[in-house]
């Protein structure tokens, strides 16, 4: 079935440096991918999303390419803040646009 | 705008009580999930209603949990009788596009 494959953490760097969170997929046909975050304390957030290949999902300085020539979806942002500590998800593909299992994430913490 | 509303925030049980969840969703809508989170993990899909329908209850242990959705608006999430092991942050998220995008703060549940 479809899955996704994403990047263990917990992930630390210091504020201003960059991101990047892999995460890469499995999936028959052409489904969309997405990003959540979550904040702590607080549910989660959809991030960003990408509805077919080279697409190219963006939002609060955070940005991941739909690449199916290499099946990724990683999550970049160029320059971190502190305020950006948080668990990330990849969510697998899903052609009928609802991500049904999530993995771990992937638990960034920025220090200033 | 108001954001997807849940309550309790928190609650504690002992095992084999019964224990009930409510969640109200962003006004317009049509589509609600609850979705449960067992600290350090990924959240898991549980139901998804389209208005009042269910859409997909696959992964719903439906033994002891259920959960209804009358008038298409707000919905509640039953568990009778609780185990152990349901201690988690249960989500309820809702969506007007058939993406998850707007998730609540989510009740922790305790069970002892």
């Known amino acids: 079935g479809d899955s996704v494959t994403q990047m263990e953490g917990p992930v630390t760097l210091s504020e201003e440096a960059f991101l990047t969170i892999n995460c890469t997929y499995t999936a028959t046909g052409y489904p969309s991918l997405f990003w959540y975050v979550q904040y702590p304390g607080e549910g989660l957030q959809l991030l960003l999303k990408?509805?077919?290949?080279?697409d190219k999902g963006s939002n609060k300085g955070f940005e991941a390419t739909y690449r199916k020539e290499t099946t990724s979806f990683h999550l970049e942002k160029g320059s971190v803040q502190v305020s950006d500590s948080a668990v990330y998800f990849c969510a697998p593909p899903n052609s009928g646009n609802t991500p049904l299992v999530f993995g771990k994430g992937t638990r960034l913490s920025v220090i200033a | 705008e108001a954001g997807v509303a849940q309550s309790p925030r928190y609650k504690i049980i002992e095992k084999r009580q019964s224990v009930a969840f409510w969640c109200n969703p962003i006004?317009?809508?049509?589509?609600l999930y609850w979705y449960q989170q067992i600290l350090g993990q990924g959240p898991k899909l549980l139901i998804q209603f389209q208005n009042n329908g269910v859409v997909d209850d696959s992964q719903l242990p439906k033994d002891r949990f259920s959960a209804e959705r009358l008038k298409g608006v707000d919905s509640t999430l039953k568990i009778q009788p609780a185990k152990l092991e349901d201690s988690a942050v249960y989500l309820c998220?809702?969506?007007?596009?058939?993406?998850?995008?707007?998730f609540g703060p989510g009740t922790r549940l305790t069970v002892t």
């Open positions: 006004s317009g809508h049509a589509t």
């Open positions: 998220a809702s969506s007007l596009d058939g993406t998850p995008g707007e």
């Open positions: 990408a509805t077919k290949a080279d």
